[in-house]
């Protein structure tokens, strides 16, 4: 497995993907409650498709999203890190700061632990200006992380999703954005 970065916090390590993730993130993605605010479940397949573009851009930009894994039970659980889209639209070329955790881990504060040190990565070592993050007005837990990291909507920035038909429940994003120098005041 190719190096990169590795973040550590209190109770993770957010690490580059091993091999043996990819059928527990297949299970993860299998699950309608996680997926609740995507198009579909995965499949297997999909699943590992999604691991391989997720190497590729650790491969090209140094970062991406990283494979998270609870130190004291070695156990994989999910991923969170930053993503570059493939879309296009009015705020694009941009950094995306995501996660996505197995159901069982939900409420154990490890998303907005995980994607804390992200941010710190982003603004620290990739020296990102701004970081943003999207998501469906309904997904509200998503929503909460962003809010919790000290992110702030920023409406002029909601966009409809272009891989989305105009009637689709899924068009409609909303952004959340954080500065650098928000970041920098947050960390006084
Ligand atoms: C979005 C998602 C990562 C949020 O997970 P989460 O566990 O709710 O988020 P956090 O890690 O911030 O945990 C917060 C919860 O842990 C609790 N918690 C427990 N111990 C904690 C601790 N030590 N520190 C902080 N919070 C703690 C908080 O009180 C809060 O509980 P609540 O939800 O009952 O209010 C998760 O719902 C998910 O994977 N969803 C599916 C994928 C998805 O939609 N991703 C986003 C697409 S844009």
Redesign the pocket.
């Known amino acids: 497995m190719a190096n990169g970065p590795t973040l550590e916090t209190e109770?993770l390590l957010l690490r580059r993907w091993k091999i043996k993730d990819r059928p527990i993130f297949a299970e993860?993605n299998a699950d309608p409650?996680?997926?609740?605010?995507?198009p579909a479940a995965l499949t297997a397949e999909e699943s590992d498709q999604l691991v391989r573009r997720i190497d590729r851009q650790f491969e090209q930009y140094g970062f991406g999203l990283w494979a998270v894994e609870i130190k004291w039970a070695k156990r994989f659980i999910?991923f969170?890190g930053l993503a570059v889209p493939s879309f296009q639209t009015h705020f694009t070329p941009a950094v995306e700061i995501?996660?996505?955790?197995?159901?069982d881990?939900?409420?154990?504060?490890?998303?907005?632990?995980?994607?804390a040190a992200v941010l710190d990565f982003g603004f620290e070592e990739a020296g990102l200006n701004e970081i943003l993050?999207?998501?469906?007005p309904a997904?509200q837990?998503?929503i909460?992380?962003m809010e919790?990291l000290g992110m702030k909507h920023a409406p002029d920035l909601d966009f409809d999703h272009p891989r989305f038909l105009h009637d689709d429940r899924l068009r409609r994003h909303v952004v959340y954005r954080i500065t650098r120098s928000e970041w920098s005041e947050s960390r006084i």
Do not use: D, P
């Not at 490890?110 to 994607?115: D, G, K, L, N, R």
């Not at 993050?133 to 469906?136: E, H, K, N, Q």
């Open positions: 109770r993860i409650e996680v997926m609740e605010h995507f999910g969170c995501g996660w996505r955790f197995a159901k881990q939900w409420g154990s504060g490890y998303a907005t632990e995980a994607a993050s999207w998501t469906l997904n837990r998503s909460q992380v919790r």
